[in-house]
Structures are given as C-alpha cells and as structure tokens.
C-alpha cells in the first residue's frame, strides 16, 4: 500500500508539485519555511481527511487560490487505486478511482499514514483524548467492524446524555451503550496486546528500557459496563454527561517503573511517542502484510545524537513505505535513501 505518485496544488506554499515516490523510503532536505512540512501534510489529507497540525481544512488553500486539490496513487491488494480530495469554498470533495463521493473511510484504509513530527510528544504529555484517537486509528486499519461499533456507539452515547439533560431515563439506553460500548472495549484491548508485543525492543532501542502498555476502559473492570453505568447514573444526571464508558478509556505508558507523563524529559517523551508509532505500524505490517506510509517531519528536533541515530535504525527497518524531512543530508548522518529530494520555496526537485 505504498504511495507511488504525489501531486499537489494550491496547497500552503506548494502551487504545483508533482513526485514519483520510492515504496520504500524519501527523504526531503531543505530550509525552514522552503514547504517539507507542508507536502507531508498534504499526504495526511490525503489519508486522513485533515491536517496533523490544523483541524480546518481551508486554511490550508494557499492564499488567492479557489482551493487546493491532493491526488494519489497508491499500490493497494493487487491493484493501483488513484485517491484525490478537493477543498475549496464548497467544502471537501473526494474521488477514488475517478468516481465522486466515496468516504473519507474508504480513502484512508487504502492509504494508511501515520506521522511523527514535533509535536508528537503531545501523544504522551497530552490529555486521553489524545491517547483514544492513537488507538481508534490503530483499530480501525487492523479490524474493518470497528468504525460502525464506534458510529453506533457514539450515537447512542449522544442520545443518553440527551436524555439526562431532559431528565427522562429509560432503562434501555444503559442496555445499548454497555452492548456498543463492549465491542469497542474488546476490541481495543485486543489491539492493545498487539500493541504491546509490537513495542518489544523499540523501548529499549531507543530509551534504554522496556515501554509498556496498560488499557483503561473507562470504569472499573470488577463490574460490567451495564452495572457501572447504573451505579453513575445519579452523578450522571447532576453533569447531564455519561461518567463512565470506553469515551473515558485511557492509554496508561511506563517506561521501566516511571510513568511517561510526568517523570521523563520531552525529548524521552519524544522517542516514547515515536516507538508508539513504530509499533502501530508494525502491527498492520503484521496484519495486512505492509505497514502503509510513515510521515516523519524533522526528526532531529530536540533530539541529541545518539537518540537520532537510534531512531534512523528503527526507521530503517520498519516494513514501512517512509517519507522522512529533514534541513540538510548531513543532518541525518548514515540515513541511506532511495529517493532523496530537496525542497526550496515551494517548489520540489530530485537530488542526483
């Protein structure tokens, strides 16, 4: 499932960029402001339906166009699929195989993309939420049921928290958020374990110790979801929000005895984050045979030698197509690319 062809328009500062892709690994080198981090946020569209550092889209149309268009296309089961998406005044248009209208859903299981960047170290020191939208998308490449268990369930959860606003309860809704919620529940913890096996080596590889993983569900495990949405109700009806539930869940991460949240550096952060990755892109390389296209912005940002030469040998053996930015080739010293490019003021060149 790697993406073979890139072309962009209108996009931030890229007007035209047109790229044919090695499966394997690229690299982009150029200054800051010259548009890497751009072109890779155009690959995320492309896969994910939005940015991985803006939530509206339209601010990514480059100023004076009428709107930006990502096209691809992507090696997938056998077949080379051609993925686009268009945003302009009208909202978000999206094409898959030169039909109209297909789901965002259905672009983004042919193109799986994941990211490291600066920030990634929000999936550490940020809030649950952070932590459910990592693991909702690990889910959702792994196992295809997951998306209508999520759907129903977060409807149901909306039409509960409706009812305790009014103040009527029937009993029935507890019934149908513990059924939906359980799904979800099992099937998080299954991908967790995978999860976990994924990471073996990559704590030690790039921290020096073991990272390991412990799911949250939302409630207590020494009752069923039904009993502890009963037991809250009371407490539910005074914040007119459902307490207790898989929209609670969390992802608990320690390194050896220590808790990644407060007791390491942001750099330790940065590379516990990053194994994370490195393991969800494991894990559909072991389930589907290939681990989609890793995004990797910069990754010697705040990372001392030593920790960027670790990192660069775990991408190096990552069953993964990846597309890797970086200021210049020596500033990721021993990285061997098959396709290097150098970017300058938007514009796109390939490195002899």
Same mark, same amino acid.
């Given at each position: 499932?790697?993406?073979?062809?890139? /072309?962009?328009?209108?996009?931030?500062?890229?007007?035209?960029?047109?790229?044919?892709?090695?499966?394997?690994?690229?690299? =982009? =080198?150029?200054?800051?402001?010259?548009? !890497?981090?751009?072109?890779?946020?155009?690959?995320?569209?492309?896969?994910?339906? &939005?940015?991985? #550092?803006?939530?509206?889209? !339209?601010?990514?149309? $480059?100023?004076?166009?009428?709107? =930006?268009?990502?096209?691809?296309?992507?090696?997938?089961?056998?077949?080379?699929?051609?993925?686009?998406?268009?945003?302009?005044?009208?909202?978000?248009?999206?094409? *898959?195989?030169?039909? !109209?209208?297909?789901?965002?859903?259905? *672009?983004?299981?042919?193109?799986?993309?994941?990211?490291?960047?600066?920030?990634?170290?929000?999936?550490?020191?940020?809030?649950?939420?952070?932590? /459910?939208?990592?693991?909702?998308?690990?889910?959702?490449?792994?196992?295809?049921?997951?998306?209508?268990?999520?759907?129903? @369930? &977060?409807?149901?959860?909306?039409? #509960?928290?409706?009812?305790?606003?009014? +103040?009527?309860?029937?009993?029935?809704?507890? #019934?149908?958020?513990?059924?939906?919620?359980?799904?979800?529940?099992?099937? /998080?913890?299954?991908?967790?374990?995978?999860?976990?096996?994924?990471?073996?080596?990559?704590?030690?590889?790039?921290?020096?110790?073991?990272?390991?993983?412990?799911?949250?569900?939302?409630?207590?495990?020494?009752?069923?979801?039904?009993?502890?949405?009963?037991?809250?109700? $009371?407490?539910?009806?005074?914040?007119?929000?459902?307490?207790?539930?898989?929209?609670?869940?969390?992802?608990?991460?320690?390194?050896?005895? &220590?808790?990644?949240?407060?007791?390491?550096?942001?750099?330790? $952060?940065?590379?516990?984050?990053?194994?994370?990755?490195?393991?969800?892109? /494991?894990?559909?390389?072991?389930?589907?045979?290939?681990?989609?296209?890793?995004?990797?912005?910069?990754?010697?940002?705040?990372?001392?030698?030593?920790?960027?030469?670790?990192?660069?040998?775990?991408?190096?053996?990552?069953?993964?197509?990846?597309?890797?930015? +970086?200021?210049?080739?020596?500033?990721?010293?021993?990285?061997?690319?098959?396709?290097?490019?150098?970017?300058?003021?938007?514009?796109? @060149?390939?490195?002899?």
């Amino acid at each position: 499932m790697p993406l073979s062809r890139l /072309r962009i328009e209108f996009f931030r500062c890229l007007t035209h960029v047109e790229l044919a892709l090695d499966p394997e690994q690229n690299y =982009f =080198f150029g200054p800051n402001g010259a548009g !890497k981090t751009s072109l890779l946020e155009a690959i995320h569209v492309l896969g994910r339906g &939005r940015s991985f #550092r803006l939530r509206q889209n !339209k601010r990514l149309i $480059q100023h004076d166009a009428p709107g =930006f268009t990502v096209f691809g296309e992507v090696h997938h089961s056998g077949r080379t699929h051609k993925l686009g998406i268009t945003v302009d005044a009208g909202g978000r248009q999206l094409r *898959l195989d030169g039909k !109209k209208g297909p789901a965002m859903t259905e *672009l983004a299981h042919i193109l799986p993309v994941y990211v490291i960047e600066p920030s990634v170290h929000f999936l550490i020191e940020g809030g649950p939420g952070e932590r /459910r939208r990592f693991l909702d998308w690990g889910v959702f490449h792994v196992e295809p049921n997951y998306i209508p268990a999520w759907r129903r @369930y &977060r409807r149901v959860l909306g039409q #509960r928290n409706a009812a305790l606003r009014t +103040g009527q309860f029937p009993e029935s809704w507890d #019934r149908m958020i513990a059924a939906s919620g359980m799904q979800i529940t099992q099937a /998080r913890e299954r991908y967790v374990e995978e999860l976990g096996k994924a990471l073996a080596g990559l704590g030690e590889a790039l921290l020096g110790q073991p990272l390991e993983l412990n799911y949250r569900p939302g409630w207590r495990m020494d009752r069923t979801l039904q009993v502890a949405l009963r037991q809250s109700r $009371q407490r539910d009806r005074q914040t007119g929000a459902t307490q207790v539930g898989p929209h609670r869940a969390d992802l608990e991460i320690r390194l050896g005895a &220590r808790g990644v949240r407060e007791e390491i550096s942001r750099g330790q $952060q940065k590379l516990a984050a990053a194994a994370l990755v490195l393991a969800q892109v /494991r894990v559909l390389a072991e389930t589907k045979g290939r681990g989609g296209t890793l995004l990797v912005d910069d990754p010697a940002a705040e990372l001392d030698e030593a920790a960027l030469g670790a990192l660069l040998s775990a991408l190096d053996t990552l069953p993964a197509q990846r597309i890797i930015t +970086g200021l210049t080739e020596t500033s990721l010293t021993g990285s061997q690319a098959s396709s290097t490019f150098h970017v300058e003021q938007g514009r796109v @060149y390939p490195m002899l």
